[in-house]
């Protein structure tokens, strides 16, 4: 049988969701509790990656069961029993064998908080933008760049891609509150460091040490131009896996 499931977890301890050969990951931990439980290889498969120290509220797996699991709740009780603190499966449901985590998807929403100003040292899910000069209204016109359908090969770091890096932005919602800022995309789909990219080419923007012309040239540029500074992943997180009826 083939289960589906939706976790959340705080990414801090960890080298991203895929399976790391030598550092602890999202994925090594829920395989190596589930194949305890069911006493039998697991292997579970996610909608798609996160990078070291991203957290999710909604990222989703599926793997399959040798076994008839007749109570599947109580798998899920007990899973969470015996996994890390920073780590919690929301929900496990019994899906079609077809379905697939990641192909299946219709697209993603992710977040990125920050703050700039004075240090928030209770903030723990923010990053700390504590450099002076920050315009967040330069940092906002340069997020809106980014809506719509793009060329993004300038704004990730993977080497090829077979939808030739276009990506269609549907959704920027920007909210700031005395300095605390929340960014929400939906998309299609990201690619690789796509969003941290993103981010951090407006705060570049917002900082005065690009202009918005020359964002805006990444976007348009037909050769390609590798970008080397990335966001921060303490402030991103995955907040849903998108999909159809």
């Given amino acids: 049988m083939k289960i589906f499931g939706i976790l959340q977890y705080n990414g801090g301890a960890y080298w991203g969701f895929e399976k790391q050969k030598d550092y602890p990951s999202i994925q090594g931990k829920i395989e190596e509790t589930l194949s305890s439980l069911l006493n039998h290889k697991i292997v579970i498969h996610g909608a798609g990656r996160t990078d070291k120290g991203v957290s999710a509220r909604g990222q989703t797996f599926t793997f399959f069961s040798a076994k008839d699991i007749q109570d599947i709740e109580r798998l899920r009780i007990a899973l969470n029993r015996l996994l890390p603190k920073d780590i919690c499966v929301l929900s496990l449901k019994e899906v079609d064998p077809s379905f697939d985590a ?139 896996v998108l999909y159809g009826k």
């Fill in 102 to 240: 990641r192909h299946s998807s219709c697209g993603k929403i992710y977040s990125y908080s920050f703050h700039f100003g004075e240090r928030n040292v209770l903030s723990s899910f923010e990053y700390q933008l504590e450099l002076p000069g920050f315009s967040f209204p330069s940092f906002e016109e340069c997020m809106n760049l980014y809506r719509g359908i793009h060329d993004f090969k300038n704004f990730t770091s993977k080497p090829m891609d077979v939808n030739h890096f276009i990506r269609d932005i549907r959704r920027i919602e920007i909210s700031e509150k005395k300095g605390h800022v929340c960014v929400l995309l939906e998309a299609n789909g990201f690619m690789t460091h796509q969003i941290r990219i993103m981010i951090a080419i407006a705060f570049r923007v917002g900082l005065g040490k690009m202009s918005l012309e020359e964002a805006q040239g990444l976007l348009s540029d037909e050769k390609r131009r590798i970008i080397s500074y990335q966001a921060d992943p303490v402030g991103l997180i995955l907040e849903e």
